[in-house]
């Protein structure tokens, strides 16, 4: 897969974001739903990290605060070693035509008042990326790039299939040439064979550009597919995370060994591979006096920390008891 | 063994209200259901899968819909033709429907009880006492754990994987011959899917139901069929026992649907991409003898043959010597 990995291109450091739970008629706060409860991990330049989890568990959530989207409630976000969320509002402007996100639902993400040109467009126009006469050129390209089209440029999103649409979401996203894209479920909706175009396109323009992504997805097979190293994440946390084939061939965490058998099996007489008993490998190095992580997600009272017990992969695991005394 | 449900020849069109133009969904389906089977229908969006289910349950609008030709034969008897009467008892006790949507399918005004006995006092006449113990009989059955809380509480007080129990134990709860599962883990997350197919398929073992399973997932449909419909456009493309189909997938189509799934086993750097129009295999008729070529045809004069352990759409060319 991608080559050049080793400059960190986003950098995430303990990153929160909890929403009040607001009761009574003064909406005092009574307690919070931890959506990102102190996540923390990198992201190389031209890599994919896939992030994969059940519904709720916090994954969109994370990538939308990652991209400064949705405000966060602690930690830090760095961007080519830039605090995003200390950059103000010029310099963040600057940095979102590198950030960019690609949505999950190609009939809800875009305008249905604006034509394909003007949806393209109008973040270039924005940011005055293009002059006037080179603006369309640029449009038609970006277009025809990610196999929109040009001729139908003047239609409007109710015209197009899904696939077509989630086309011009990618469109949108590539027109500002930016170097960090959140897929956030972005094949998810789409039939099989549309999705496989639509991957192939992604990983296509990222050979190209040297894209660098993070894939948010509930869909193994194709996380499996597409990512370099993959995260996994559970009740707001990230329980693990591994390079692909590492984390496929032996994962840890009991989450991940539930996520990874639920799989359905590929060939009727094969049978699903079941991770849940096996036992830990060997190899785990876990530090004296931590845990993994297996808490039950409600009663987690003290705060987790990602080990690294080999290379690059990281679990899981909390201060044990009898060390805190 | 026999065959509980027949589809013959099925041409179920909708009539657009703006143009009078003719949109043809289900365009001349053909299958069988045996008894104690679970067969598959594979199929992208716009397929047909889910309208030749529901003129099945004889669910669609009409209008727009209506039929233009064919059978359904369930247990022999014609549904076209039969008393609306009589279907309509027939409907909920001897065949019954798994909707996808766990979130939508239940009534969110009615207590989960109320919903659960309302099959019950319609068809099968029980007390008011008899009917919530079957009930709460069978939200056990399902796995659902606090049954009698269950019951008295409303869908909003449950979660997706046990609003798809309540809606699996409403379809079974009159024990019906034919059960209907449309996509019924597709709006589920995997785990929680699992559990469901397992559930679906301890159902299977203790009932004997012949049960229809529509999806559009390959992977579910490994775990769960005995035999597989795949449709495309309104038409099947191929017909084949669950090891026939994943050994040796003969239709393109077929073929384009399996390649197209990223795998879990195998590391390939490009999917395939399923070309834009979908063509049949040529086959050559000697006499009767079929023989099938690589070639690949593109017009519309196809027809089912039955060929290697399936039936399966080709172009047929008539060899004369």
Known sequence: ?325 | MNKILEIDDLKFYFRLEEDKSVVKAVDGVSFDLYEGETLGIVGESGSGKSVTTMAIMGIVPMPPGFIEGGEIRFQGNNLFSMDPDKLRNMRGSDMSVIFQEPMTSLNPVLSIGDQLTEVLFFHQKLSKKDAKAKAIGMLEKVGIKGPERVYNGYPHNLSGGQRQRVVIAMALLCEPKLLIADEPTTALDVTIQAEILKLLKEIKEEFKTSTIFITHDLGVIAEVADRVVVMYRGKVMEVATIDDLFDNPIHPYTVGLMNSMPSIDTDSDELYSMPEKIGHPIVIDREGKYAITDEIYYEDDTQMITLENRELRVHLKKEVD
């Open chain 1, 1 to 325: 897969m991608s080559a050049n990995l080793g400059i960190n291109l986003i950098e995430v450091k303990d990153l929160k974001k909890y929403y009040p739970i607001k009761k009574g008629i003064l909406r005092k706060t009574v307690d919070h739903v931890k959506a990102v409860d102190g996540v923390s991990f990198d992201i190389k330049k031209g890599e994919t990290l896939g992030l994969v989890g059940e519904s709720g568990c916090g994954k969109s959530t994370l990538g939308r605060t990652l991209l400064n989207l949705y405000e966060k409630t602690s930690g830090e976000v760095f961007y080519n070693g830039t605090n995003i969320h200390d950059a103000g509002k010029g310099k963040m402007n600057e940095l979102r035509k590198d950030m960019q996100i690609i949505f999950q639902d190609p009939y809800s993400s875009l305008n249905p008042r604006l034509t394909v040109e003007q949806t393209i467009g109008e973040a270039v126009r924005f940011h005055k990326m293009k002059k006037k006469d080179e603006l369309y050129d640029h449009i038609k390209q970006t277009a025809s790039r990610c196999g929109v089209d040009p001729n139908h440029l003047t239609r409007y999103p109710h015209e197009f299939s899904g696939g077509q649409r989630q086309r011009i979401g990618i469109a949108r996203a590539l027109a500002l040439n930016p170097k960090f894209i959140v897929c956030d479920e972005s094949v998810s909706a789409l039939d099989v064979s549309v999705q496989a175009k639509v991957i192939n396109l992604l990983k296509e323009l990222q050979k190209e550009e040297d894209l660098t992504y993070l894939f948010i997805t509930h869909d193994l097979s194709v996380v499996k597919h597409i990512s370099d190293r993959i995260a996994v994440m559970y009740f707001g946390r990230i329980v693990e995370l591994a390079e692909t084939n590492k984390l496929f061939e032996s994962p840890v965490h009991f989450y991940t060994k539930k996520l990874l058998s639920a799989i359905p099996k590929s060939h009727p007489r094969k049978n699903t591979k079941n991770y849940v008993d096996q036992k830990t490998p060997e190899w785990v190095k876990i530090p004296n006096g931590y845990k993994i992580d297996d808490r039950d997600p409600k009663k987690r009272d003290t705060e987790s920390v990602m080990v690294e017990v080999r290379d690059g992969h990281f679990i899981a695991c909390y201060k044990a008891d009898e060390f805190l005394k």
